[in-house]
């Protein structure tokens, strides 16, 4: 490990010469004081050359006394402004400083260099996240500064009880990571198991949370997401007091959160600032699209090929009447629109907006009426499949796993007919409930149903009845009840 040495002109070398090919980099040597020699380093765009001019080098010039032996520390206690100066001997920590936005300061015959707090660097600003927009409730969303983002969980709970753990991930990015959680809620062991988790992690460069995401999730390789996340501070902190952690990254608004359960798939930050009568239709709907998006095109497809006697004869003569002329079978026309629906619905999400309606349009009203017209496809295959899958929009946070459910369970029905949806339904119940997330069961309440436990899953209930926090929560009591 390299040190800083008195020679003021060798420390500069050795600084210059690992940023030798940063164009960035900027150094200032000057007098301070009645005679020391000094030099100040920083990055461009990192530290704020503003902030170093006035709170560094002005005070040094005309404060600092030539005859002083230890310039370094007489400077850090009684001469410089800044908020936060650290003393250093190591040149490693140096450069981890200027990397952050800090200055490095070195002083001709002193072996200690100084660390100055001098970021500069712009931000993205509040913004509502567009992913996660809302008709009624807060309008703020994170942004890529971690220590803004943590500001403003901190102002939605002001109690000493938060706690913010900083861990460094990422052999060549150092991304700061940090663990937000309350103290007095979350879960000693669920602390300490997901830190073990963070420090495994052996990676060059982490520049989103989804890299943490699939590195520290329980079943990488599950369709089913164990591990939630949210641009929302709104969100953020009411998953905080039901004691769960939150992990922040520098570069990255996303935030993510564990434990994560499957209802919470289903919840919408919306439904705690909206009526609960109203809140809770919208959840009774998206449990029901779940359902429906994945068991629609199996069934017509199960009744279609292996249970015709099912269906009423005015329907079953219908059917056979659009299939006319259809030169694929019912499976291929099935996963062929299912397919299409997907290109589009992909297409329209990267397309930008005013383009994406445009698409949406003419794929859904253009192109279907076409290939209905043409006898490429039938028109109550299309109706189907455009049913589940206006169904699925009704879940985001499943878009995956419908996907691979809704074709695994077409697959099962045109095998098996309904006896096969029938086991795909039992293998999906199977796998929920072997799930996990950090310790926690994934079917968690749905698993084991108490009265308080239910009160916020298929509906939400008034304030008032929800006394208590999910049953993995070290402190159970919500809130006390109220008389009525």
Same mark, same amino acid.
């Given at each position: 490990m390299e040190t800083v040495g008195p020679d003021l002109g060798k420390n500069l070398e050795r600084v210059c010469a690992a940023f030798c090919r940063d164009a960035t980099f900027r150094q200032r040597v000057f007098q301070a004081g009645t005679g020391v020699r000094a030099a100040v380093c920083y990055l461009d765009g990192m530290a704020s050359a503003g902030e170093i001019r006035a709170g560094v080098i002005r005070p040094l010039m005309k404060a600092l006394p030539g005859d002083e032996p230890n310039a370094a520390a007489y400077a850090a206690?009684?001469?410089? =402004?800044?908020?936060?100066?650290?003393?250093?001997?190591?040149?490693?920590?140096?450069?981890?400083?200027?990397?952050?936005?800090?200055?490095?300061v070195f002083f001709e015959g002193c072996s200690t260099a100084l660390v100055v707090d001098a970021k500069g660097f712009r931000s993205r600003g509040i913004q509502e996240p567009e992913n996660e927009t809302v008709l009624q409730g807060p309008r703020e969303g994170f942004d890529e500064v971690a220590v803004s983002n943590l500001a403003m969980i901190r102002r939605k709970l002001q109690t000493p009880d938060l706690c913010a753990e900083t861990i460094t991930v990422g052999k060549r990015s150092k991304t700061a990571v940090y663990l937000c959680y309350l103290r007095s809620?979350?879960?000693?062991?669920?602390?300490?198991?997901?830190? +073990?988790?963070?420090? @495994?992690?052996?990676?060059?460069?982490?520049?989103?949370? @989804?890299?943490? @995401?699939?590195?520290?999730?329980?079943? +990488?390789?599950?369709?089913?997401?164990?591990?939630?996340?949210?641009?929302?501070?709104?969100?953020?902190a009411a998953k905080l007091l039901e004691g769960r952690v939150a992990i922040l990254a520098n570069g990255t608004p996303v935030v993510l959160t564990v434990p994560y359960l499957f209802a919470e798939n289903f919840q919408s930050g919306e439904d705690y600032y909206l009526n609960f009568w109203g809140a809770s239709i919208g959840r009774f709907l998206r449990y029901f699209c779940f359902f429906l998006t994945i068991s629609v095109p199996a069934v017509y497809l199960a009744l279609l090929t292996h249970h015709q006697r099912l269906l009423p004869t005015f329907l079953l003569l219908s059917s056979a009447g659009t299939r006319g002329g259809v030169p694929f079978s019912s499976l291929a026309e099935c996963l062929l629109l299912i397919l299409v629906l997907e290109i589009l619905k992909e297409t329209g999400a990267r397309m930008p907006q005013n383009l994406g309606h445009t698409l949406g349009i003419i794929g859904g009203l253009v192109v279907g009426q076409a290939a209905v017209e043409a006898r490429l496809v039938s028109a109550s295959m299309l109706i189907v499949v455009?049913?589940?899958?206006?169904?699925?929009?009704?879940?985001?946070?499943?878009?995956?796993?419908?996907?691979?459910?809704?074709?695994?369970?077409?697959?099962?029905?045109? =095998?098996?007919?309904?006896?096969?949806?029938?086991?795909?339904?039992?293998?999906?119940?199977? +796998?929920?409930?072997?799930?996990?997330?950090?310790?926690v069961s994934y079917l968690q309440p749905l698993e084991t149903p108490t009265a308080q436990g239910m009160k916020d899953t298929f509906l939400r209930?008034? =304030?008032?009845?929800?006394?208590?926090r999910p049953a993995f929560n070290r402190n159970l009591t919500r809130q006390r009840r109220t008389k009525e």
């Open positions: 206690e009684k001469v410089l =402004w800044a908020t936060e100066v650290s003393g250093t001997g190591s040149l490693e920590t140096v450069f981890s400083g200027l990397l952050s936005g800090a200055a490095a809620l979350a879960s000693g062991a669920l602390v300490e198991e997901l830190k +073990r988790r963070l420090a @495994n992690i052996e990676i060059d460069g982490i520049l989103d949370t @989804n890299y943490l @995401n699939e590195l520290i999730r329980d079943r +990488r390789l599950s369709i089913f997401k164990t591990v939630g996340s949210t641009e929302r501070p709104d969100v953020v455009a049913v589940s899958g206006i169904a699925g929009l009704m879940i985001p946070r499943l878009r995956a796993a419908v996907f691979f459910l809704r074709v695994g369970f077409v697959l099962l029905a045109a =095998w098996l007919g309904l006896p096969g949806c029938l086991l795909g339904g039992a293998f999906l119940l199977v +796998r929920l409930t072997g799930t996990a997330s950090f310790g209930l008034p =304030w008032g009845k929800m006394l208590t």
